[in-house]
């Protein structure tokens, strides 16, 4: 059962926001903008950081948007939400998909946006109940790991009061209105690598006077699928997927050449390196037993640090999510496979932070598919089908955010 916390008296005007808050999630849905192209997006939170009587600066990290709301003395509480939209094409049938043709809200950072906005001008209306200094910071490019390191780099620690705490949430495909979190690990470290891989083009009809590196990568790519099977330890976790494997022009040409991409997940930083070193070592013994012309180039596309969440600052703000929504629905999550910038800017600013998860899937339609055992058939993050329910999600993430916040603010 839900108890009367701090935050409540703010969100005393949430229902009357709702119907705003929800137009503004549709409308960033149907607008998507790739990383680091977030203009319109960035634009929209800085007007509606202002309108609420925010001191806002804008451009930071290229699109980044900051927003201060000082009242009065008090601790400085850093809330995050990420904006950028994902290369991909929706399949959603929704009457506010996006309009821009390949590119969509796969992932929720249009739910962020509309959980921050609406969390902003709630926090603004009802100064009276709280005190001290609100953050708001709208991220760019999470979705290529260089967003959060782009407004540090453009002095975030400098220009803006080092807070307390940093706050961030995420939608999952949980069940809607449920919420996860969980002392230390949150969220994985994530590498994404490309591998160019050498041979000797030759036509078809004459493979002897080849190195065939579509065979090599082919085997590379087998041989990959061992590591996580033979050389973590079923109590440690990894995933190594490779998403995609390119060579070639032509059914009768043999190539020169092969890429493979792939991305690796981890809990622990030595389970990470044994992985990377790992697939550098069948790489390389692959080139040489198929007899490259020479060895193959590694190329880091992205990486992502793990995001560890303050055990004291979590258990804080548990608290007031258990006394604000009920036990039921607050619950201890497992590490999510998923991965995440927003641990740069407690890691780097040396504040403790705390992430958590938001359930976006209808309840019944979770229920049903759980209990068929079809839970892997629903559409997850990165689906050209995920779209997360409007409601409880939309009213579920402003509550959280709002009580989250003032699990300090209203100390």
């Not at 050498?198 to 082919?218: E, I």
């Not at 997927?241 to 092969?258: F, H, R, S």
């Not at 910038?341 to 359930?359: A, Q």
């Not at 997360?388 to 993430?397: A, F, I, K, S």
């Amino acid at each position: 059962m839900a108890t009367q916390t701090p935050g409540d008296s703010v969100l005393e005007g949430l229902d009357g926001m709702l119907d705003d808050v929800e137009a503004l999630y549709k409308d960033v849905h149907s607008h998507p903008e790739l990383s680091m192209q977030e203009a319109r997006t960035a634009e929209i939170a800085a007007d509606r950081l202002s309108a609420a009587g925010f001191d806002v600066t804008s451009g930071v990290g290229k699109t980044g948007v900051v927003g201060l709301l000082e009242n009065g003395d008090g601790p400085t509480v850093m809330l995050r939400a990420d904006m950028d939209a994902l290369p991909v094409q929706e399949q959603t049938g929704l009457d506010y998909a996006s309009t821009v043709d390949g590119v969509m809200h796969a992932c929720g950072h249009d739910m962020h946006v509309a959980w921050l906005a609406g969390t902003a001008a709630l926090m603004a209306r009802n100064k009276e109940s709280w005190h001290g200094t609100l953050m708001a910071v709208f991220q760019p490019a999470e979705e290529t790991a260089e967003g959060a390191q782009a407004m540090i780099d453009d002095g975030l620690f400098d220009r803006f009061p080092k807070p307390e705490v940093i706050l961030g949430q995420h939608v999952m495909p949980s069940p809607a209105g449920l919420i996860g979190s969980r002392a230390g690990v949150i969220t994985s470290a994530a590498d994404s690598l490309e591998i160019h891989m050498f041979g000797r083009g030759a036509h078809g009809s004459m493979p002897q006077a080849s190195v065939d590196p579509v065979v090599m990568a082919a085997a590379t790519v087998m041989r990959l699928q061992t590591v996580v099977a033979r050389e973590v330890a079923p109590t440690e976790s990894a995933v190594l997927t490779v998403g995609a494997l390119q060579a070639g022009t032509k059914e009768n040409v043999i190539p020169d050449e092969a890429v493979i991409k792939l991305n690796v997940r981890t809990f622990d930083e030595g389970v990470r390196k044994r992985v990377l070193d790992a697939i550098k070592r069948i790489v390389n013994a692959e080139a040489e037993a198929s007899g490259a012309p020479k060895p193959p180039e590694f190329k880091t596309l992205d990486r992502y640090n793990l995001v560890t969440n303050d055990a004291g600052a979590t258990a804080r703000v548990g608290e007031a999510l258990r006394a604000h929504f009920g036990a039921d629905r607050v619950v201890t999550s497992g590490p999510v496979s998923a991965s995440e910038d927003f641990g740069s800017f407690g890691t780097e600013w040396e504040v403790p932070s705390v992430f958590w998860t938001i359930g976006g899937t209808d309840p019944d339609l979770y229920a049903k598919a759980q209990q068929e055992g079809r839970l892997t058939e629903l559409p997850t993050n990165h689906n050209p089908r995920f779209a997360p329910v409007l409601h409880p999600t939309l009213q579920t993430g402003v509550e959280a955010l709002v009580t989250g916040a003032c699990a300090w603010l209203s100390g």
